[in-house]
């Protein structure tokens, strides 16, 4: 008899276990064979690194104030100036290019978890229904059920074996049980996982915005810094001195890497070795996500000068960061920072005609590389003398400038 109540007991605490476990909303899971305390212990990493991972993104957003207040001590030289300026911007913008990766990566990282759930929503739902048939057949057996089977046995062995399958249904009862409260701890840690992932996510995504707006407010306060330097009737002539020389440095640049173009094209002619060269093809757009021209090729009034001028090259006006294409087939023989054209490429395609490409905010070819029409060389920006983000696209034809029209589609 007591054998008899102690059996309705265990059953009737397995059945009511069972029904408060399954009384929860429903969770999601993973395969039982796979969760162990190792499997959550490793979840409670993943959480606490995404946790400190959230706090690091906060804690690197860069402070403008004072960075702006750094900068105050530059602004005696114009030229000092622009050059610390572009180099926040740099660490700005290499910032933002960081977070916008960990965001792709993170964004797809909770994609894979949340299959892995939808997933798991299917294995626990197949052990829910396992665990409810297994429940109404320990009901249906009655209490009695086991007592026959032990009065049943047609022999001491027989009586023996059936009490070993007896434990090792209780034992199979137990294990299931234990293993579906493993599941559903695991299933709590898989939550709290991805819910830590969207933090971090979210936390990307504003940091983002943030460093774009202190981007756009050190670009805002260059402009105002060099129209204000440059619109100073006091010191007008010096403004414009200042611009000329400024030109004047950035052609000797140019004009010093065609002369070692036209050095190793000497030297590659005197060594019969193959040679580029122009096949008169058409250019393609350098900037596809242009909105205007701002400023074309020829002679004009300077913008804030005032005084007559002649622009190299066509100013493409297009959003910070967006993609600059080489125009053409070509080798690269620079690309590097100056504090006049800001990060700039220059290709060389054959036969003396040279592309220039100023004021990116970020560069991503290298000299000597070859590159081919419509491929990304470098983002739009406004690094060097610029006052807004642009593309100054120019054309270059034996040691002159010429007008870029002739050569764009």
């Not at 756009?216 to 611009?243: F, N, W």
């Not at 000068?305 to 993609?323: E, R, T």
């Amino acid at each position: 008899m007591e054998k008899k109540l102690h059996l309705k007991k265990c059953i009737g605490i397995f059945v009511l276990l069972i029904l408060v476990l399954l009384s929860g909303e429903e969770t999601r899971a993973v395969s039982p064979s796979s969760i162990t305390s190792e499997s959550i212990r490793e979840k409670e990493g993943q959480i606490s690194n995404a946790q400190e991972e959230k706090k690091q993104i906060e804690s690197a957003l860069t402070d403008i104030k004072e960075l702006k207040a750094q900068l105050e001590g530059e602004k005696i030289s114009l030229e000092n100036y622009v050059v610390a300026l572009d180099n926040d911007l740099a660490g700005i913008q290499q910032k933002i290019s960081e977070l916008n990766g960990k965001i792709v990566a993170k964004e797809e990282e909770i994609r894979e978890t949340e299959k892995e759930l939808d997933a798991a929503i299917e294995k626990q739902d197949e052990q829910y229904a396992a665990m409810k048939m297994r429940i109404q057949m320990m009901y249906e057996q009655n209490d009695n059920y086991y007592v026959e089977m032990i009065l049943s046995a047609e022999s001491f062995g027989d009586l023996l074996n059936r009490l070993d399958y007896i434990k090792e249904v209780s034992a199979y009862d137990e294990r299931k049980l234990q293993e579906y409260m493993l599941i559903r701890e695991y299933v709590e840690m898989c939550r709290e996982q991805l819910d830590a992932e969207k933090e971090v996510l979210d936390a990307a995504k504003v940091s983002v915005q943030q460093e774009e707006a202190s981007l756009e407010e050190l670009i805002s306060d260059k402009e105002a810094e060099i129209v204000a330097k440059q619109s100073d009737i006091g010191s007008k002539a010096a403004a414009i001195e200042e611009y000329e020389a400024d030109i004047r440095a950035q052609n000797e640049l140019i004009a010093s890497l065609e002369a070692a173009v036209a050095a190793e094209r000497k030297r590659l002619a005197e060594e019969n070795a193959a040679r580029l060269t122009y096949d008169g093809g058409v250019f393609c757009f350098p900037a596809p996500s242009y909105t205007r021209i701002s400023e074309e090729y020829g002679e004009r009034i300077h913008p804030i000068l005032g005084v007559p001028q002649f622009h190299n090259g066509i100013d493409i006006a297009a959003p910070n960061g967006s993609p600059i294409l080489a125009a053409y087939d070509g080798e690269v023989v620079a690309a590097a920072y100056s504090g006049s054209m800001g990060n700039y490429v220059m290709v060389d395609h054959g036969d003396s005609l040279y592309t220039i490409y100023m004021h990116a905010s970020a560069l991503y070819v290298s000299k000597g590389e070859l590159v081919t029409k419509g491929q990304q060389i470098a983002a739009v920006g406004s690094t060097g003398r610029s006052t807004g983000p642009h593309l100054h696209f120019g054309v270059r034809k034996n040691g002159g400038y010429v007008s870029p029209w002739g050569y764009l589609g």
